[in-house]
């Protein structure tokens, strides 16, 4: 089955205005999402990793990508297309507390 990954965007402030039975029901819908095997988690302190030509590592604390939301989660879903990928995420927590959730279709690397 086709995977794609999730990418949650919001506010904690509009998280907290939004009514609790519309947050619990989008908890309910992360709870079942992982009951069909989907990977969740809230996003932590990003670090930037870069290799220039194998030739030494460094790193950068904060985030490359820039956005209006802060990153909240990820996940990693399984859905038979893009319209029931967006279909499972249009009621997590991020799509209902006025934020956004971006889908990504997982291709597997060559």
């Known amino acids: 089955m086709p995977r794609f ?11 907290a205005r939004t009514a ?6 989008a908890h309910a819908q992360d709870t079942k999402l992982r009951s069909e095997g989907a990977v ?9 990793v870069r290799n220039p030509e194998a030739a030494g590592v460094e790193t950068i ?3 490359f ?7 909240a989660g990820f996940a990693i879903i399984e859905a038979a297309d893009l319209a029931e990928a967006i279909r499972k ?15 990504w279709p997982l291709q ?3």
């Open 61 to 63: 604390d904060g985030p």
């Open 5 to 15: 990954i999730t990418i949650g965007y919001g506010d904690p402030a509009d998280y």
């Open 65 to 71: 990508m820039s956005s209006a939301l802060p990153i």
């Open 40 to 48: 969740i988690g809230i996003a932590g302190a990003p670090v930037q």
């Open 89 to 103: 995420v249009s009621h997590v927590p991020c799509a209902v507390a006025h934020g956004v959730v971006e889908v």
């Open 108 to 110: 597997d690397a060559p």
């Open 20 to 25: 609790r039975p519309v947050r619990d029901a």
